[in-house]
């Protein structure tokens, strides 16, 4: 199994992932959910914390997670920098011994970024930081090509409903606007947590 280094392409800047901007999809939700007072917001494998800015409106409190610490300080930077705040902290999404619990968590790729073989860790995390009941909104970019030496890892609409679907009820399912490149890859889920 080959292991990014994801604080060296962030102290690098070969982040070719960061868009500058929160997702499209994201974004659009947020806009059909004006009314949504969403609590206690998880947001792991944050990056530059966009996507973390967008949901500062629309929660109680905002919580971005992220393995680099160079991605998490330049994050806390522009997050000031805006006047807005939330907390960004260092962290591993997949170990699953968090005693903080949310509301909603929302991921934007980062499952595809993660090895088959550690996607059930993942789903543990979710599970782990979900609040009985809590939304779990996700971005999944589909890839079946097979999986490559480097993330993104090919994921597909099957894969991901048998992880999840034991544990969760899929609310909704979309192709959301994507960012160029993307538009027709991604997937869109809601998912409540059972129980």
């Known amino acids: 199994m080959v292991t990014t280094d994801w604080e060296e392409h962030y102290q690098k800047g070969d ?16 806009d059909l959910h004006p009314e949504l007072n969403a609590g206690d917001v998880l947001v792991p494998g944050c990056g530059l914390a966009h996507d ?12 971005g997670m992220d393995l680099s610490p160079t991605a998490v300080k330049a994050a806390g ?17 997949l170990n699953s011994d968090s005693e903080d619990r949310f509301d909603w968590i929302f991921e934007h790729t980062l499952f595809c970024a993660i090895t088959r073989d550690l996607r059930p860790n993942y789903v543990k995390g979710v599970l782990n930081r979900l609040k009985p009941g809590g939304d779990y909104l996700a971005v999944y970019y589909l ?18 409903q048998a ?12 192709v959301p606007r994507s960012y160029p490149k993307r538009q027709g890859r991604e997937w869109m889920v809601w998912w409540k947590k059972l129980g």
Not at 20 to 30: K, M
Not at 52 to 60: E, K, L, N, Q, S
Request: no cysteine; net charge negative; hydrophobic share 35%.
């Open 15 to 30: 982040t070719p992932w960061d868009k500058g901007e929160p997702s499209p999809g994201l974004i659009d939700f947020l």
């Open 52 to 63: 973390v800015r967008a949901w500062i409106p629309h929660a109680r409190r905002v919580t």
């Open 77 to 93: 930077e522009l997050t000031r920098d805006q006047g807005l705040s939330a907390e960004i902290k260092v962290g591993n999404f």
């Open 143 to 160: 890839l079946v090509e097979g999986e490559d030496e480097h993330p993104p890892y090919s994921s597909t609409r099957e894969e991901i």
């Open 163 to 174: 992880l999840f679907s034991p544990h969760f009820e899929m609310q909704s399912e979309w």
